[in-house]
Every structure is written in structure tokens, then in C-alpha cells.
């Protein structure tokens, strides 16, 4: 069995209600690998329904501009440009120490 086939089987056993002694016995992880298994899946899981703040963070990171994200996120013009203000502050904090 891959490594990859058995992180596949610490979570499902996971999601059936395994305990994490059975799921060790099963996959040979030690408990410290199942916990960082199980953390990395219940924050994927997080992960894929973002706030739509959060999605506007993301895409301005990737140079959006804030219309853009209006029409992407189906948001207000107004609701994209206070994303965006408050996605600048902390950078323009660091340029104004500098």
C-alpha cells in the first residue's frame, strides 16, 4: 500500500468514526501523522467554501482589480472597494515604516 493509499485510508476511517489507535493499527502511522493528517483534511474541508472577504483577499493577491472582483463575486462595487482598502492597509503600514 502507497503512502498516498494509506493518508486516503486515515481518512476515511476517520470519517466512519475509526479511533485513532484502530486507524494506526491500519495504516502503520503514529499518532502524531494521523493528527496531521486529519488537521490538513478538516481545514481542506474549511478551505473550499471561503467568505466571499476571503475570496476577494485571494484575488488581489492575484493583481485583480476591485470591479473585477464585484463581477466575480457578485458583490456591490462598494462592498469589492472596502475588500480592497482593507486588503491594502496592512501593506501600506509596512511601506510607511520603511
Avoid at 2 to 23: C, N
Avoid at 46 to 59: E, F
Avoid at 65 to 94: C, F, G, N, T
Amino acid at each position: 500500500m502507497t503512502k498516498k493509499d494509506r493518508i486516503k485510508l486515515v481518512i476515511d476511517m476517520y470519517k466512519e468514526g475509526a479511533t485513532r489507535p484502530e486507524i494506526a493499527r491500519s495504516t502503520h502511522f503514529n499518532f502524531g501523522t494521523i493528527k496531521k493528517i486529519i488537521d490538513d483534511y478538516e481545514g481542506s474541508k474549511v478551505d473550499k467554501n471561503p467568505s466571499k472577504r476571503s475570496h476577494a483577499y485571494t484575488l488581489y493577491e492575484s493583481h485583480y482589480k476591485p470591479l473585477s472582483v464585484a463581477i466575480k463575486l457578485d458583490i456591490p462595487a462598494d462592498e469589492a472597494e472596502k475588500y480592497y482598502q482593507d486588503y491594502m492597509r496592512p501593506l501600506i503600514l509596512v511601506i510607511l515604516k520603511t
